[in-house]
């Protein structure tokens, strides 16, 4: 049946209807304002009026298609005022630290130990420590390539050193 509907139109009616499926389908993924599904809709507008044979088709179209738009934005509309679509559209559980989900790693464990710079420190570079590399930071000072460090303190995921003494 679409085959037969749209082997006698019009190759730009096909285009806008490709482009107006594949833009509202993009609404659909991509977080934005709305201007793919704005510009879907009115491609498929396009896409009417050029396979209609009379305007008074097109208009009926028209308006079949805006009713159809309307209804889906109110039924997912009520969906979402029920909470029925909370739980397939958000995450249920929260990320704490009770169920082991970290936002860095604790590096509390590297203070005191020596490293040396891999690469120059001015002052962030990165050290290695305990075999390990680290993106690590000095109080300000510059501290040249393949330096022995020490670790001084660790405040969440940085790591503060300075030259070994």
Avoid at 5 to 33: K, M, N
């Amino acid at each position: 049946m679409l085959v037969l509907a749209l082997s006698g139109a019009a190759p730009a009616a096909i285009v806008f209807l490709i482009v107006g499926i594949v833009l509202i389908t993009a609404e659909c993924f991509i977080p934005g304002f709305g201007v793919f599904g704005i510009l879907g809709i009115v491609s498929l507008i396009a896409s009417i009026i050029l396979f209609s044979d009379a305007w008074w088709q097109a208009a009926v179209m028209i308006v079949i298609l805006l009713a159809l738009v309307i209804t889906a934005v109110a039924l997912l509309s009520r969906l979402a005022a029920q909470g029925k679509l909370q739980h397939k559209l958000f995450l249920s559980i929260s990320a704490s630290s009770a169920l082991g989900f970290d936002s860095t790693r604790d590096y509390s464990g590297l203070v005191g130990f020596d490293g040396v710079s891999q690469t120059i420190l001015r002052p962030a570079g990165v050290a290695v420590i305990r075999g390990a590399r680290y993106d690590v930071v000095t109080q300000g000072e510059y501290i040249e390539k393949g330096v022995r460090l020490t670790v001084l303190s660790v405040e969440g995921n940085r790591i503060v050193v300075e030259k070994k003494a």
